[in-house]
């Protein structure tokens, strides 16, 4: 079965203390890996997509890689404006169409 | 340019009873989602619309959901009866083609069931 696993589910920093998400995936036919971020009683926003292992994107603080297995969101010298749930989705092949699928997040806190 | 409306923000039923929720895409935009994202976990697809077609419902409901984007614009998602573990927010997205990651997201309607 297609799975998509966030690690940490939440996660405090001080500000300027880096770290990383993870989001491990066990899917068949991958068609891409998609960060998202999703501020408290809003929709997700798109950051990042990835489709091969070795390939990175960057935006501002945050950076994010994808191997076979797993893909990791590093977040440089954070902010506390950073503070958000970060969400991971694969996109997977169905029967008519592809769609995609979403982990549960990581809550991230970023304190001054 | 204007982004994903949804509308109502949040709604109150009792079990049993019924509830719609509307959402207009992008402009242009020909694909149109349906997710529910229950607290503390990430959005599920509930249907997915190309034009006004169904391209996936797999994991609608549909004893009790139902969904229509009668002119390839915008959707209504009706659930009728509600049950408790209905609660949820219910995100509509579009995206301008099918298979893309980029999805743009409405900011969801909050249902509460009692």
């Known amino acids: 079965e297609d799975q998509v696993t966030q690690s940490p589910e939440a996660l405090r920093l001080q500000e300027g203390e880096s770290s990383s998400l993870n989001c491990s995936y066990t899917?068949?036919?991958?068609?891409?890996l998609f960060w998202y971020r999703q501020d408290p009683g809003k929709g997700p926003e798109f950051l990042f997509t990835?489709?091969?292992a070795g390939e990175e994107k960057e935006k501002e603080r945050l950076k994010a890689t994808l191997t076979k297995k797993e893909s990791f969101l590093h977040i440089t010298a954070p902010k506390p404006e950073d503070s958000a749930t970060y969400l991971c989705?694969?996109?997977?092949?169905?029967?008519?169409?592809?769609?995609?699928?979403f982990g549960t997040g990581t809550r991230l806190q970023v304190t001054l | 340019e204007a982004g994903v409306a949804q509308s109502p923000r949040y709604k109150i039923i009792e079990k049993r009873q019924s509830v719609a929720f509307w959402c207009n895409p992008i402009?242009?935009?020909?694909?149109l989602y349906w997710y529910q994202q229950i607290l503390g976990q990430g959005p599920k697809l509930l249907i997915q619309?190309?034009?006004?077609?169904?391209?996936?419902d797999s994991q609608l409901p549909k004893d009790r959901f139902s969904a229509e984007r009668l002119k390839g614009v915008d959707s209504t998602l009706k659930i009728q009866p509600a049950k408790l573990e209905d609660s949820a927010v219910y995100l509509c997205?579009?995206?301008?083609?099918?298979?893309?990651?980029?999805?743009?997201f409405g900011e969801g309607s909050r249902l509460t069931v009692l």
């Open positions: 989705a694969v996109r997977i092949p169905t029967n008519s169409a592809s769609k995609l699928t």
């Open positions: 402009s242009g935009h020909a694909t």
């Open positions: 619309f190309q034009n006004n077609g169904v391209v996936d």
């Open positions: 990835l489709y091969s």
């Open positions: 997205a579009s995206s301008l083609a099918r298979g893309v990651g980029e999805l743009f």
């Open positions: 899917v068949s036919g991958l068609r891409g």
